[in-house]
């Protein structure tokens, strides 16, 4: 079966733009997390879908990020009117889930590099 | 605070030396500590720990939990240039910074 795949792999964009990036999870996994790695950094929590429940929504860093799992399955992380911090390496992994927020193995997919210049 | 503290944060040692890794945490109620090696880009999976004082072995790696002490250990022995990489701990959703280790030939 295949693994965590996210699209882009790479993104240049404008200052000011918006960006959504695409996260399909390993099948079968009921949990999905984004993190984002800025260079030299660890991961910075983002954002946690646990089956139908509401998204854990604690780690967006502001109202310009958003995500939506649709269908239980495939993940859209939405930046609006990017800016220059938001320069970094997005990552999506999902796990099993059911074993409450971060307690069971995640599994990361290659992440997508997004370049605000 | 909820605060993953991961030292070294770079190592640098010999093929065949024996490497020690550290990890400190402070919130002493969690489900699950998990190591990861981080190469490139995705991280992957190392370790689940969960029960204090068990130690998990995988090959040349090994890591153990201490709940009272609030740390746990990542050992790598006769390491080999392939076990070059960044090391994370995460405690639930927290990462630390990770220990960036490279192996000299």
């Known amino acids: 079966g295949a693994g965590v795949s996210q699209s882009p792999s790479n993104k240049v964009t404008e200052k000011g733009k918006d960006v959504e990036l695409r996260c399909d999870p390993i099948?079968?996994?009921?949990?999905l997390y984004w993190y984002r790695q800025s260079l030299g950094q660890g991961l910075e929590f983002l954002i946690y879908?646990?089956?139908?429940?509401?998204?854990?929504k604690s780690g967006l860093p502001s109202d310009r990020f958003s995500a939506e799992r649709t269908g239980g399955s495939v993940s859209t992380l939405t930046i609006q009117r990017t800016q220059q911090e938001d320069s970094a390496v997005y990552l999506c992994a999902s796990s099993l889930g059911g074993s409450g927020r971060g307690a069971d193995t995640q599994y990361f997919g290659p992440g997508t590099r997004l370049t605000v210049l | 605070e909820d605060k993953v503290v991961q030292s070294p944060l770079s190592l640098v040692v010999h093929e065949g030396d024996t490497v020690t890794l550290n990890c400190s945490y402070e919130?002493?109620?969690?489900?699950?500590l998990l190591w990861y090696k981080q190469e490139k880009k995705a991280p992957t999976f190392l370790f689940m720990l969960?029960?204090?004082?068990i130690e998990k072995k995988s090959g040349r790696l090994s890591s153990i939990l201490d709940k009272k002490e609030l740390f746990s250990i990542l050992n790598i022995t006769a390491t080999q240039t392939g076990d070059s990489a960044i090391y994370l701990c995460?405690?639930?959703?927290?990462f630390g910074t990770g220990t960036r280790l490279t192996i000299i030939p």
């Open positions: 969960t029960s204090s004082g």
């Open positions: 879908f646990q089956g139908n429940s509401a998204p854990d």
């Open positions: 919130v002493t109620n969690f489900r699950s």
């Open positions: 099948s079968g996994h009921t949990a």
């Open positions: 995460v405690r639930e959703l927290t």
